[in-house]
C-alpha cells in the first residue's frame, strides 16, 4: 500500500501548481452480503444441512476511521483527487434456523466481526461550490477468522463546507468475493457509507 501511495503523489504531483491538503476521515453505514455460497467441505456445514438447517445472514454495521490526503489544482478546482487510508470494524450476525420432529423452530445466533484495512483512490467532480461526486476503487485486505483480499468499486456524492469539514454519502460493492467464515467460502459485500472528513492541512507539492 505505500508503493501504491507513493505512485498516486507522483502521478497527480506532475502538475506543478498541485496542492495537497490533509486531513481526518470518519464514518459508518450499513449493508448486505451477496452472491454467498456455503463451505460445503466442513463438517459443521454438513451436519446442519443433513438436520434440514438454514443459514442467514444479517449485516449490522461498519465504522470508519482513516487519513485522506486530497490533492487539486487551485487554478482548475473541477478535477480533483482523493486517497484515503482507511481502516475499520464490520460486524455481521450469523444465524443457524433448526426445525424438529414437532415442527418446532429453533436458532442458533452468533457474530462475525472483519477489520478491513484499505487504499481507497479517487477521481471526484466539483458540479458546483462545495457540492461534488467521485468514482474509484479500494483495494482491501480483511482480517477475520479467514484473511480474504477485496477490490471494491465505489461512487460516492459529497459536500465540503468553506474547507472546514465535509460530508459524503457513498456505496461500494465487492468485485472479489472476499465475505470468508468459518461456514462461508465466499460473498460479495454490499455497502451505504456517510463520512465526515475534518481537514487540517494544506500544503503545496514542487
Given amino acids: 500500500m505505500k508503493k501504491l501511495l507513493v505512485l498516486f503523489l507522483l502521478v497527480i504531483s506532475v502538475n506543478c501548481m498541485a496542492q495537497i491538503e490533509t486531513g481526518l476521515l470518519i464514518g459508518g453505514g450499513i449493508g448486505?452480503?451477496?452472491n454467498t455460497s456455503l463451505r460445503l467441505s466442513d463438517p459443521g456445514v454438513i451436519q446442519t444441512l443433513e438436520k434440514s438447517g438454514k443459514y442467514s445472514l444479517n449485516y449490522q454495521f461498519n465504522t470508519t476511521l482513516g487519513y485522506r490526503f486530497r490533492l487539486y489544482?487551485?487554478?482548475h478546482k473541477t478535477f480533483f483527487y482523493d486517497l484515503d487510508v482507511l481502516t475499520g470494524i464490520k460486524k455481521i450476525e450469523l444465524k443457524t434456523s433448526f426445525s424438529d420432529e414437532t415442527n418446532a423452530l429453533s436458532e442458533v445466533k452468533s457474530s462475525d466481526?472483519?477489520?478491513p484495512v484499505s487504499l481507497a483512490a479517487s477521481v471526484n467532480y466539483r458540479i458546483m461550490k462545495g457540492l461534488?461526486?467521485?468514482?474509484g476503487v479500494a483495494p482491501t485486505c480483511i482480517f477475520a477468522?479467514?484473511?480474504?483480499?477485496?477490490i471494491?468499486?465505489?461512487a460516492k456524492v459529497g459536500y465540503d463546507i468553506k474547507n472546514k469539514i465535509g460530508f459524503s454519502l457513498s456505496y461500494?460493492?465487492?468485485l472479489l468475493k472476499a465475505f470468508k467464515t468459518d461456514e462461508y467460502d465466499g460473498g460479495r459485500f454490499s455497502?451505504?457509507?456517510v463520512s465526515v472528513y475534518i481537514p487540517f492541512t494544506l500544503n503545496k507539492l514542487k
Avoid at 145 to 150: L, T
Fill in 113 to 115: 466481526w472483519f477489520c
Fill in 132 to 135: 461534488y461526486v467521485g468514482v
Fill in 172 to 174: 461500494q460493492h465487492s
Fill in 145 to 150: 477468522s479467514k484473511i480474504a483480499f477485496d
Fill in 32 to 34: 448486505n452480503v451477496t
Fill in 152 to 154: 471494491p468499486i465505489v
Fill in 73 to 75: 489544482n487551485p487554478k
Fill in 191 to 193: 455497502e451505504w457509507n
